[in-house]
């Protein structure tokens, strides 16, 4: 079974749109840890959050801002005022700590792309 | 700090040849990750070592595939013979716990060609 499902395979927004990825996970573990990479087009994966299961709270960071229900499994991702630089592949992951295994299950991601 | 450091970035071989990707983890960071990414099945986890020793090879496609940790500082990920269905990115990440809930720092990737 798919334990994290990004339902967007691709997105296109203007620049300066606002736009939301979304992530559903599926895990039995109680406790767990998400995550967001981003892969730009140079193709290396860059870390951009991790969240553990307890902490509901929502983040934000600059543009991004992080939303964790664990009521709908959703850890969904929001660039405000998007920019050119955000087009990008954004995967979201998903580890269990109860199953002591170290793999991070990758979402098939969402590719952006943000037009001028 | 230099990060995760992949060599070569982009290799091209023969089917048949063998070829070896190599790692260099994030000094300190005491487990390394080797993932291969394809459109069809994206990121897959092939092998993890923990303080160089091998963990988890559960991922590892075939016999064909062989990795090694002969000491902190690097890894290799053998393909021998290579075959076209190999051809992919393979990415080597590292992290200072064992557990992949600290998130891991990846490198660039090698973009390997099996023609």
């Known amino acids: 079974a798919q334990k994290v499902t990004q339902a967007q395979t691709e997105i296109s927004v203007v620049e300066k749109e606002d736009v939301t990825l979304d992530c559903v996970y599926e895990?039995?573990?109680?406790?767990?840890?998400l995550f967001w990479y981003k892969q730009p087009p140079s193709g290396e994966l860059v870390f951009l959050i991790r969240?553990?299961?307890?902490?509901?709270q929502n983040e934000i960071s600059g543009r991004y801002s992080w939303n964790f229900q664990k009521s709908t499994s959703s850890f969904n991702f929001t660039i405000t005022a998007s920019q050119v630089v955000d087009s990008a592949v954004y995967f979201c992951?998903?580890?269990?700590?109860?199953?002591?295994?170290?793999?991070?299950?990758f979402g098939t991601g969402t590719r952006l792309t943000v037009i001028p | 700090d230099a990060g995760v450091i992949q060599s070569p970035r982009h290799e091209v071989t023969e089917m048949g040849q063998e070829v070896t990707l190599r790692c260099k983890p994030i000094?300190?960071?005491?487990?390394l990750f080797w993932y291969r990414q394809t459109m069809m099945r994206g990121l897959e986890l092939l092998i993890y070592?923990?303080?160089?020793?091998?963990?988890?090879d559960s991922g590892m496609p075939e016999d064909r595939f062989s990795a090694k940790m002969p000491n902190a500082s690097f890894s290799t990920l053998k393909i021998q013979p290579s075959e076209p269905r190999d051809s992919a990115v393979y990415f080597c990440?590292?992290?200072?716990?064992?557990?992949?809930?600290?998130?891991?720092?990846f490198g660039s990737g090698t973009r390997l060609t099996v023609v």
């Open positions: 895990t039995r573990d109680t406790t767990y840890y």
């Open positions: 969240r553990n299961s307890f902490d509901e």
């Open positions: 990440a590292s992290s200072l716990a064992e557990m992949a809930n600290y998130g891991y720092t």
């Open positions: 070592f923990n303080n160089n020793v091998p963990i988890d």
């Open positions: 992951a998903l580890s269990e700590a109860g199953t002591g295994a170290n793999n991070l299950f």
């Open positions: 000094s300190g960071h005491n487990s």
